[in-house]
């Protein structure tokens, strides 16, 4: 490192369950960007059931006969479902609603089913306590409906089968949904594959952008199918970067959804004045970082932060590597970074679109992951390097003496936006940096 002149500081970067250091040049370091803390934790989950938007209290909702479905999230998310549960089981019990007609729903989507422990962990004691407790399976569904842009809808037949169904979650930046959260809990998650992938496929058209949820076609669409499965009442939170609840929103699925994206807008939303050469991230640990197929949502923000021909390392353990064999197949194969735009425009393939997604950030930046479990990579799209050090000096070395850094930690919860990307659906003006 007898290149590096001056002061250095040393980062922690959250990575897995643990953390890797690295030091970066004072002198280098344009700035850090880091979501907008949180004085005082915001509304509470018992305050959001008790003050629903659009919609009715859940106990006007009930009657004690209905059989209840909870859509809840996988394992790859952070939301902390297991604190949610006993907020919505009291009031499931206050009307009426008897335990054994209550049906827990994991919104898989297309991502594998959990193990034993994995349902423990999401849901706590509830993993026990409910009887009926299933992962969503994308072979059996059935068919509800077609919306407008010609999205065939199949749902699970068990979230049809209910009277009432209310979903889970929290509200994430999504690189081409806007945001997570709100319908969808159902589509994909609890989608047959044909209906997620006519869904993703919209991807490709414009407004599919990260923040972006009014004339987004993803969204637009995921929301009109949303209506089509039955699902009436939401409760979603948003996180900081601790994945601690800060503000929780309940009721009507698209209303109460607008209203936790405008706090995400405040939240992640941070204004730069200039992309920097060399952007270090990290994914923020597990499990956000439990493999490339989620990580690669932080490259997505990161990539908003850095000058074209620049270098991203992201920190991202992928304990489970690429987390998709179709990823990992387009990815592994790909000879250039114009073959898998070519090959998915002819036909969409759910998993490959994450390759094309990686695909068109490698187009004007390199990217390195910085990963110890990572087996394989193509360095057509991505290099790996185990040591975060290494993986700086590299791009110190290739940029230059007068390279410049920015810093993201938690990438995943931080959305770079330049002053023409400030206007945003919701109203909420993004913040200045410390750039």
Not at 93 to 113: F, Q
Not at 179 to 193: E, F, H, Q
Not at 211 to 233: C, H, K, M
Not at 294 to 311: F, L, M, P, W
Request: aromatic share 4%; hydrophobic share 40%; glycine share 6%.
């Amino acid at each position: 490192m007898a290149h590096r002149c001056g002061i250095s500081v040393q980062v922690s970067l959250r990575y897995g369950t643990g953390a890797v250091k690295v030091r970066i040049p004072e002198d280098r370091l344009l700035g850090v960007l880091m979501p907008e803390p949180f004085v005082e934790h915001g509304q509470r989950v018992q305050v959001a059931l008790s003050k629903p938007i659009a919609s009715e209290p859940l106990p006007k909702l009930l009657d004690r006969k209905d059989k209840v479905a909870l859509v809840v999230s996988d394992i790859t998310r952070p939301c902390p479902t297991w604190r949610i549960l006993p907020h919505v089981m009291r009031l499931l019990k206050s009307s009426g609603v008897h335990r054994d007609n209550v049906r827990i729903l994991i919104a898989t989507g297309m991502h594998r089913g959990h193990t034993p422990a994995e349902r423990r962990r999401l849901l706590g004691r509830y993993a026990a306590s409910i009887s009926q407790v299933a992962d969503h399976r994308v072979d059996l569904v059935q068919h509800v409906g077609t919306t407008r842009r010609g999205t065939e809808v199949s749902v699970n037949p068990l979230l049809l089968d209910a009277d009432f169904a209310l979903a889970i979650g929290n509200v994430d930046v999504h690189y081409f949904a806007g945001y997570t959260g709100g319908y969808k809990a159902v589509i994909p998650g609890l989608a047959g594959r044909e209906t997620i992938e006519k869904n993703h496929s919209l991807m490709m058209l414009p407004n599919a952008e990260p923040g972006v949820i009014e004339s987004n076609p993803v969204r637009e669409d995921l929301e009109e199918a949303g209506q089509f499965t039955g699902l009436r009442y939401i409760v979603n939170v948003v996180l900081d970067e601790a994945n601690r609840t800060v503000a929780a929103f309940a009721g009507h699925p698209i209303a109460a959804h607008r209203a936790a994206a405008k706090t995400m807008d405040h939240l992640v939303k941070v204004s730069i004045k200039e992309p920097a050469d060399i952007v270090v991230a990290s994914a923020g640990g597990y499990p956000r970082d439990i493999n490339l197929y989620q990580a690669h949502k932080a490259i997505e923000n990161a990539s908003h932060a850095v000058k074209t021909g620049g270098t991203i390392i992201l920190a991202a353990e992928c304990r489970e590597g690429f987390g998709n064999s179709t990823f990992e197949d387009w990815t592994m194969t790909a000879s250039d970074l114009e073959e898998i735009g070519r090959k998915l425009s002819s036909r969409f393939i759910l998993g490959a679109h994450k390759a094309f997604a990686i695909s068109k950030i490698a187009r004007r930046a390199e990217i390195v992951i910085v990963s110890d479990r990572m087996k394989h990579a193509n360095p057509v799209l991505f290099r790996i390097c185990k040591n975060p050090e290494q993986a700086l000096d590299d791009a110190l070395r290739s940029h230059g003496p007068d390279a410049s850094i920015v810093l993201l930690p938690y990438a995943m919860n931080t959305l770079p936006t330049s002053s023409r990307q400030n206007e945003t659906t919701v109203n909420a003006p993004a913040r200045e940096s410390v750039l």
